[in-house]
């Protein structure tokens, strides 16, 4: 596995979307991902959805982002494990707290900041 920034950008982007934006629900067009799904499983969904979302704090790690971003991160995964916690309930809530997303935009913020070259133009990304 490659460590160089432009690699752990898109490793993270991909986990981000597998857990947040794996499809879009008809009808209300809201993207869902496994996070929710996994919510819906009582006890083992919830503890493994933290533990995929765990992974992304892990290469913000290994990025060598600072302890207050590693702070930040792992409470969004924790208060999105809380959300969870409640069985069946749980994912209703984790359907609008995406903490996946939200460490995804800390990341991102690090890179463009103290590795620009990791930048990539989205399609269908509008101009400042």
């Known amino acids: 596995m490659d460590s160089d920034p432009a690699s752990v950008r898109q490793r993270i982007e991909a986990m981000e979307k597998l857990l947040e934006r794996m499809f879009v629900i008809p009808g209300i067009n809201k993207p869902v991902g496994l996070d929710v799904l996994l919510d819906l499983i009582p006890g083992v969904g919830t503890v493994s959805a933290a533990a995929l979302g765990s ?17 930040r991160m792992g409470g969004n995964i924790g208060f999105d494990m809380l959300l969870g916690a409640i069985p069946f309930v749980g994912a209703v809530p984790d ?8 460490n995804l935009r800390i990341i991102k913020r690090h890179l463009d900041k103290h590795h620009p070259h990791t930048k990539v133009v989205e399609a269908g990304a509008r101009p400042l």
């Open 95 to 102: 359907f609008f707290f995406r903490s996946n997303t939200r």
């Open 55 to 71: 992974y992304i704090a892990w290469e913000a790690r290994n990025l060598g982002m600072s302890k207050w971003h590693l702070v």
